[in-house]
């Protein structure tokens, strides 16, 4: 069973960074579109930034280009989203998600390509 966990979001200023994990287990994440979208109260879930190791491809919402970045770590089974200069509306529900390995997704940055998700974690950035 693929479960995906997050940590790491927490209440910051602006300006402030947090850097957010999520630990997959049943999936390899190398082997796996992996990445992050977000919800803010009242909005659509959208995507952040996805990643895919297996051909160095990393794709990012152009709200957060330049102050966020995606990274893995194969040996931990885990994906990183590094977030710099947050922002007030970056707050969120910030959910992992992945989709079946070794598949090509079109569209990396929507929601319905990924079949896993987690149960998210928090991020209030504060003005």
């Known amino acids: 069973q693929v479960q995906l966990v997050e940590s790491g979001g927490g209440s910051v200023p602006a300006g402030g960074s947090l850097r957010l994990s999520c630990a997959a287990s049943?999936?390899?994440?190398?082997?796996?579109?992996t990445g992050w979208f977000r919800q803010a109260p009242g909005k659509e879930r959208e995507g952040v930034a996805v990643?895919?190791?297996?051909?160095?491809?990393?794709y990012y919402a152009d709200s957060v280009k330049g102050r966020f970045t995606i990274s893995q770590d194969n040996a931990k089974n885990t994906v990183y989203l590094q977030m710099d200069s947050l922002k007030p509306e970056d707050t969120g529900m910030y959910y992992c998600?992945?989709?079946?390995?070794?598949?090509?997704?079109?569209?990396?940055?929507?929601?319905?390509?990924?079949?896993?998700w987690g149960q998210g974690t928090q991020v209030t950035v504060s003005s």
């Open positions: 998600a992945a989709a079946n390995p070794r598949v090509w997704v079109r569209s990396p940055l929507k929601t319905d390509e990924y079949n896993y």
């Open positions: 049943g999936l390899s994440v190398s082997s796996a579109f």
């Open positions: 990643i895919y190791t297996g051909w160095g491809r990393t």
